[in-house]
């Protein structure tokens, strides 16, 4: 009874202890709850209820507090009143918590990740298809400053060549190339108001006190001492156009090479040449004719005198001499230089066929066994830059023929050859014309500008030639033949419309170029092509308003742009049908006396294959002498 009563105490003790954890459970909870909702965090109120719902079904685990229930349950529910929190679990609207779950926003760097469109715009993946050469020219644009003056120029004209050069395919990926255009349009502004602020001085009227550079003048004389058709002298009145001199290419010549000629030295090269033929017994075509002017059809003509030049100063060099006069003193050594580089060849199957050797320096440097260090005289002084100084400073068509290349024309190298020889004698005249053969006696007379349209009109000024009148003097003395004028045209639209289109690659020297195209009309400048520097680009001579006369340099520097190819100079059909016939007839010949120029005029200036002329005998030493200097010239030359 006992046992059994101490477990009914037991059991009641246990039940006591229940309800007494029970109630200190709630009271505990609700405590929680409210302090946890006075703190305002939402997840703890639903945590906490979360804690109490766990704890009431674990402490109602028995069925047994059933009968305890009566008593207090019922008075301490009004606790569950207090649950009202419940309501104050509106924090489910405020489980706007969840937005700031923030994370989720931050998670934004996808947004950010919105770079996977810049690969689109960054064309930067189609820069590694860019080519070298496209890339190089969107380098050399990226140099251009920001800021264009006049100093940009060089840069510039190098990247518009380096883009010229390109595909058209490598062209559309410069994508800058607008940039370019741009800086070009500016400087060519920059340059067009930096003439037009020139022009008085290049032009200044009489009594102006500046006279304008490289006009050398020593004093400014009152106008009125000065009367129309007075040759004007050097300090002898304020005329400002007096013609620019050579004394920039003489400075190059000397400064760079050590180098002067006399100014007869053109004529002693002839002299040289004449001789030859003479101690050889030889004519050729030209030699037939009245003018003897040299033309396609001549086989004697002579295409290595810039080699006898380097051979004549490397010898004088090996003698100590360490700067080279050219003139009369040194004709003897160039003569004998000459007939060794330039043996008589005659073809074995027809004997009246003969030619020149034309040996260069190669020939020289095999067969004089000459070491690679002395090599460089001879290299130095067959240069590009030295060969278009020689053939400037001298007109001689032996030194004009090797600047311009073997493949040109004879009628080129004559026209380019007149060009030069205006060099530093005579001035620039608005309007200017001649179609004297030779020097015209008017140059350097003060005339009266007369033509409209320059700022030089109605000023007294030395005559001269302008632009266009140069070029058709230059044709005209080329061809010495003045019907060339109505061939060439007077004034640059006429001309212009006379020359017909070509391409940069099938141009040549000899050729026409204009700073402007048609729309241009009168207000245009004309030049003529006279050779090309090493690295391709075109090289003109023209009479320069800014330069006061004729002045020769590089093409686009000048601002040419455009290429236009006469129609008279003899075609390549035409070269080649010239060549053929000459294979086939005699080609040098002693003179028989008879004048051969009736039957060249009936070839329309051509030579003849004429059978008069005889062949005199040829001198066994002389022929036996050229056999052995010809040995081994295939692989010399």
Known sequence: MQGSKGAVQQDEGSNFFRM?????MKFLCMTLISAMVLASPASALASAEEALMAGTEENTGTPTPEPTDTPESEPTDTPEPIVTPEPTITPEPSVTPEPTITPEPTVTPEPSQTPTPSPEPTPTPGLEEVTEAAQAVIDLIE????????????????AEN?????????????????DLEESRKILDELKEKEEDTQKPDEENEIGSEDSGEGD?????????????????????AAISNLHAGKGFYLDSLEENYQLTFSDDFADMMDEIEQ????????????????????????????????????????????????????????????????????????????????????????YYIKKN????????????????????????????????????????????????????????????????????????PRWGLAETVSVEGSNSTGSLRAYGLDCSGFVTWAVINGYLD????????????????????????????GDLVFQRGPESGSDNHVGIICGQTDSGDWIAVHCSSGQNGVTVGEAYSAGFRYIRQPDFYPTQEELDEIEKEKSQSTSILSSSGENKDTELKNRGGQSSKSKSLTILEDDSKTESKAKSETKGLEVLD
């Not at 883009?163 to 800058?176: F, W």
Request: charged fraction near 30%; hydrophobic fraction near 35%.
């Open 20 to 24: 007494k954890n029970k109630y200190l």
């Open 143 to 158: 140099q251009i400053p920001d800021e264009i003056t006049l100093e940009c120029e060089e840069l510039i004209v190098k």
């Open 162 to 178: 380096a883009y010229a050069e390109l595909s058209e395919e490598e062209k559309a990926q410069v994508s800058n190339y607008k």
């Open 216 to 236: 050398g003048l020593d004093s400014v004389e009152d106008p009125a001492d000065v009367q129309i058709g007075q040759r004007v002298t050097l300090g002898s």
């Open 275 to 362: 001789e030859y033929k003479e101690a050889n017994k030889l004519s050729d075509v030209s030699d037939t004719t009245e003018n003897h002017l040299t033309s396609s059809w001549d086989n004697l003509l002579v295409r290595n005198w810039q080699d006898i030049l380097a051979i004549y100063i490397y010898q004088q060099a090996k003698e100590g001499v360490t700067e080279y006069n050219l003139d009369a003193s040194a004709k003897e050594d160039l003569a004998e230089i000459f007939a060794m580089m330039n043996p008589v060849i005659r073809d074995k199957k027809n004997i009246t066929k003969v030619s020149y050797g034309n040996y260069h320096i190669n």
């Open 369 to 440: 066994e000459i070491s690679k260090e002395d090599r460089e005289i001879l290299k130095k002084y067959t240069e590009t830059d030295c060969k278009l100084l020689c053939a400037i400073v001298t007109g001689a068509k032996g030194f004009v023929r090797q600047s311009v290349g073997d493949d040109v024309s004879e009628e080129r190298v004559n026209v380019i050859t007149a060009a030069y020889s205006l060099v530093g004698k005579v001035g620039y005249f608005w309007g200017g014309k001649s179609t004297v053969i030779g020097e015209d």
């Open 482 to 509: 003045q019907g060339m004028q109505s061939s060439i045209g007077d004034g640059t639209s006429d001309q212009w419309l006379k020359a017909n289109t070509v391409s940069e690659e099938d141009a040549q020297p």
